[in-house]
Nanobody, 113 residues
Framework: QVQLVESGGGLVQPGGSLRLSCAAS????????MSWYRQAPGKERELVAA????????NYGDSVKGRFTISRDNDKNTLYLQMNSLEAEDTAVYYC??????WGQGTQVTVSS
């Protein structure tokens, strides 16, 4: 079965950093593009970042461009999201998604002083 398991979320102060991970299994991770989405209460789910299967192409939402970096380690079947200069507006549940349309369970990121 396909599984995407996010980890690394938590509470961080404004200006701080977090690194999220998404461990993938049940499909050929190295052949799939991957992405991160986020959703805050009362808001629509939005694209955060996407990456090609080999890591050669990336795309970012306007609100995180220049602060977040998406990467992957195909040998470890793991997707990453490095988040720097975090703001209160980044508070949300963060989800990883496979190119075939599978979603992880999400991990909570809270940015607060």
């Amino acid at each position: 079965q396909v599984q995407l398991v996010e980890s690394g979320g938590g509470l961080v102060q404004p200006g701080g950093s977090l690194r999220l991970s998404c461990a993938a299994s049940g499909f050929t991770f190295s052949r799939d593009a991957m992405s991160w989405y986020r959703q805050a209460p009362g808001k629509e789910r939005e694209l955060v970042a996407a990456i090609s299967s080999d890591g050669g192409w990336t795309n970012y939402g306007d609100s995180v461009k220049g602060r977040f970096t998406i990467s992957r380690d195909n040998d470890k079947n793991t997707l990453y999201l490095q988040m720097n200069s975090l703001e209160a507006e980044d508070t949300a549940v963060y989800y990883c998604k496979s190119g075939l349309g599978y979603w992880g369970q999400g991990t909570q990121v809270t940015v607060s002083s």
